[in-house]
């Protein structure tokens, strides 16, 4: 087990740190075959009608993409790109985007370059999640990374940070992330990130390995083999990633006496507000105080520069959220997400025994969720993760209805992107608003300078979606996620309808079908050069401070893109 400095001996603690999976490992080697090819053809003359010939059919063979198409355009009205939305077309060559045209400048198509029309239909950069639990290996049984990453495709998702629990064993170690890689492979539809270590040379030798951030928790996660970390902890850790420069995500909730009060024998289990109040906005307050006595470190000068700490699923949009605003003013690198579930539900109306809705922290009343917004489009929360964390139908005790015993977790990775659409709307969220949220911002946290928006150099990968489509999540709508009766969002209606999404060039998901093979590639840092087939000569950054992306320099920095990112060091 991991311990940053002196145990304490009341809590056993341990470190998670991500590492970043990946999608499409059968995309890389089918365009690594077919660079070869290419090279070999254009060396005898071919032209770029045969190279693309050869193309179709190793794509037809490796089922990696519904489109055998080596190079084509994505054309439509609009796109949103780091310049703004424009009418125009999207230029894809293998797995990258090679150029972005207004319709004014568009030439036509030459010979062997293929053009798919979307017309109306919003053309974004693909959704990065930085949040998800798909629980494999060990507990495939509650997501795992087929269903997970297919609903993930099917959502727009074309990248996703998969949490190092709840998977058995939780990612604590070089051995236990070999297990994770050697479960993801040939399994993942999109791209992926795990990890945990019980020493600081165990740490190191996992951000050796390639893990591209950690995790940990300040209060009990409900995985045993997963336990908190205090803020000495927390302190030792910032230290280690200062030197890779890679980001720690904190659940910041930490266990007050609160519930001490309530007589949980005379309380209803079944009631919603009586699980409210064991889970206070005061715990969430307490362990973002904590947090912000060692994310100081991470000023320019301070002894952990270069680490970077960000907040997950934030709940409480008052006093937790003043804390984190005044240590960003202050210099901190830090940031903090939100999640879709606490902007779309609130606790009045979670009817008891609906355990669908248990999560932690909780959903709070309508006004909190009010400020959440407030927040969110303030530019105070940087960015949305969907926190996916499914389990089995029986740990959820739906019959049951017992809130205090239920498993805590929201599951709904396929609804992230028409559920902040559709409960966004009446607050005025624009496409590039989304866009921000659900691709830059994230894409940094994540290390990925090369995904996050559509931008010429950058990895194909996008979604296609139709905002003005409304649809009913019955039990007739294609839904992926491994158990959608746990899901909260089963019985609503939405708005936003994902038609296609792209990986890395290849479609990889269209109107309810997904390619015949599980081609994601898993990100490592040792990986990256690979992925893109460019020689990366300085380490990944992450960004220094998201500071910058606050209010008052929301505009400027807005449409900045991947390309024109440089770190603050
Ligand atoms: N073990 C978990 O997956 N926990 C998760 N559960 C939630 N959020 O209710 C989490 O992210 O804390
Ligand atoms: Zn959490
Ligand atoms: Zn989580």
Redesign the pocket.
């Known amino acids: 087990m991991f311990v940053f400095g002196k145990q304490d001996c009341a809590r056993s603690d341990r470190f998670s740190v991500e590492a970043s999976y990946s999608a499409f490992v059968g995309t890389y080697r089918a365009l690594m075959l077919y660079h070869a090819l290419a090279l070999n053809t254009q060396r005898r003359g071919f032209s770029e009608l045969k190279w693309t010939f050869l193309f179709a059919i190793e794509v037809s063979r490796s089922g990696c993409s519904l489109l055998p198409h080596y190079h084509y355009w994505i054309k439509s009205k609009r796109i949103v790109t780091p310049d703004g939305i424009i009418s125009g077309a999207v230029e894809v060559k293998g797995k990258f985007i090679t150029s972005v045209v207004t319709e004014n400048d568009w030439r036509g198509t030459s010979k062997g370059e293929q053009v798919i029309d979307y017309g109306e239909a919003v053309v974004m950069p693909g959704l990065v999640d930085v949040?998800a639990?798909l629980d494999d290996p060990g507990r495939a049984d509650w997501e795992g990374f087929p269903s997970g990453t297919k609903a993930a495709a099917a959502g727009g998702i074309t990248t996703l940070i998969d949490?190092p629990?709840?998977s058995f064993p939780s990612t604590t170690s070089t051995e236990s992330l070999e297990l994770k890689i050697k479960a993801a492979e040939k399994n993942i539809y999109v791209d992926v990130v795990p990890e945990n270590a019980f020493n600081s040379s165990a740490l190191e030798a996992l951000l050796e390995a390639g893990v591209l951030g950690l995790k940990s928790?300040m209060c009990p996660?409900?995985?045993n083999d997963?336990p908190m970390t205090n803020a000495n902890h927390i302190k030792e850790g910032l230290l280690v990633l200062a030197k890779y420069r890679r980001p720690l995500l904190v659940?910041a909730e930490i266990q007050l006496d609160s519930e001490s009060h309530l007589d949980l024998n005379t309380e209803d289990a079944r009631s919603y507000s009586t699980y409210l109040k064991t889970r206070p906005p005061a715990w969430e307050e307490a362990a973002i105080r904590e947090l912000l006595t060692v994310t100081k470190d991470t000023r320019i000068g301070g002894s952990a520069e270069g680490a970077h700490l960000h907040i997950?699923?934030l709940s409480d949009a008052s006093s937790s959220l003043d804390l984190i605003k005044e240590a960003k003013v202050n210099g901190d690198s830090l940031s903090v997400e939100t999640?879709p579930h606490y902007l779309a539900f609130t606790a009045e109306e979670i009817e008891d025994g609906d355990t669908r809705f248990?999560?932690?922290?909780p959903i709070r009343d309508a006004s909190n969720r009010e400020k959440l917004w407030d927040a969110l489009m303030g530019g105070h929360i940087d960015m949305l993760s969907s926190?996916h964390?499914p389990t089995v139908p029986e740990l959820k005790l739906l019959s049951d209805g017992n809130f205090l015993r239920a498993?805590?977790?929201?599951s709904g990775l396929q609804f992230v992107l028409p559920v902040t659409w559709s409960y966004g709307k009446k607050y005025g969220v624009t496409l590039e608003q989304l866009a921000l949220w659900w691709s830059e911002r994230p894409a940094k946290i994540a290390g990925q300078k090369l995904k996050g928006a559509i931008a010429s150099g950058n990895f194909a990968d996008i979604v296609i979606w139709d905002p003005s489509a409304e649809f009913d999540l019955t039990n007739e709508y294609p839904v992926y996620i491994k158990h959608p009766s746990i899901s909260a969002y089963m019985g609503r209606r939405l708005a936003g309808k994902v038609f296609a999404t792209f990986v890395g060039g290849n479609l990889v998901y269209k109107e309810g079908k997904h390619a015949a093979a599980a081609c994601g590639v898993q990100i490592l840092a040792k990986n990256m050069n690979k992925l893109t087939g460019l020689f990366i000569k300085r380490p990944l950054y992450i960004f220094r401070s998201m500071d910058y992306l606050s209010k008052d320099k929301a505009k400027e920095t807005k449409f900045h893109t991947a390309r024109r990112f440089v770190v603050r060091n």
Not at 407 to 410: E, Q, S, Y
């Open positions: 949040h639990h949490m629990l709840n928790f996660s409900g995985i997963f659940h997950v699923h999640c248990k999560c932690a922290p926190d964390s498993w805590g977790g929201i």
